[in-house]
C-alpha cells in the first residue's frame, strides 16, 4: 500500500485542521492505520490508531479529547481531525499501516509508511 498524507499547515493556538491519509492499493480495509508525529529533535510518537473496521481507536493521553481519529473504507482515506491545537502539537506528521498485524499499537508496528505532513501551531 502506498499512503499520500496531506491537510497539514499553519495555524493559531486553538484552531483546527483535519489531516488525511490516502492510500492506494487493494484490500484498504485489511489494515490497521494509525498516526505518528515527530517534533524537531524527538522521537517519532504514535499519536491516534485505528482497528481496520474502525470500531477500535486508541489517543495518546496528550490529545485525548482534542483529537480524533477516523477512516473511510469506501474512499482508503484515514483522518485526523484537531481541535484545540496548541504550540506543543506542533511537528511532522506522518500516518502509518500495519497489514500483518491489522493493528498499530507502536512504532515496531509500522509496515507502510506515508511521507509527512508538516503542522505548525503558532502562540
Known amino acids: 500500500v502506498q499512503l499520500q498524507a496531506s491537510g497539514g499547515g499553519l495555524v493559531q493556538a486553538g484552531g483546527s485542521l483535519r489531516l488525511l491519509c490516502a492510500a492506494s492499493?487493494?484490500?484498504?480495509?485489511?489494515?490497521?492505520m494509525a498516526w505518528f508525529r515527530q517534533a524537531p529533535g524527538k522521537n517519532r510518537e504514535l499519536v491516534a490508531a485505528?482497528?481496520?473496521?474502525?470500531?477500535?481507536?486508541y489517543h495518546v493521553d496528550s490529545v485525548k479529547g482534542r483529537f480524533t481519529i477516523s477512516r473511510d473504507n469506501a474512499k482508503n482515506t484515514v483522518y485526523l481531525q484537531m481541535n484545540s491545537l496548541k504550540p506543543e502539537d506542533t511537528a511532522v506528521y506522518y500516518c502509518?499501516?500495519?497489514?500483518?498485524?491489522?493493528?498499530?499499537?507502536?512504532?515496531?508496528?509500522?509496515?507502510?509508511w506515508g511521507q509527512g505532513t508538516l503542522v505548525t501551531v503558532s502562540s
Open positions: 502509518a499501516a500495519n497489514y500483518r498485524l491489522g493493528v498499530v499499537e507502536r512504532y515496531g508496528h509500522v509496515e507502510y
Open positions: 492499493g487493494p484490500s484498504f480495509s485489511s489494515y490497521g
Open positions: 485505528i482497528s481496520r473496521n474502525g470500531a477500535t481507536k
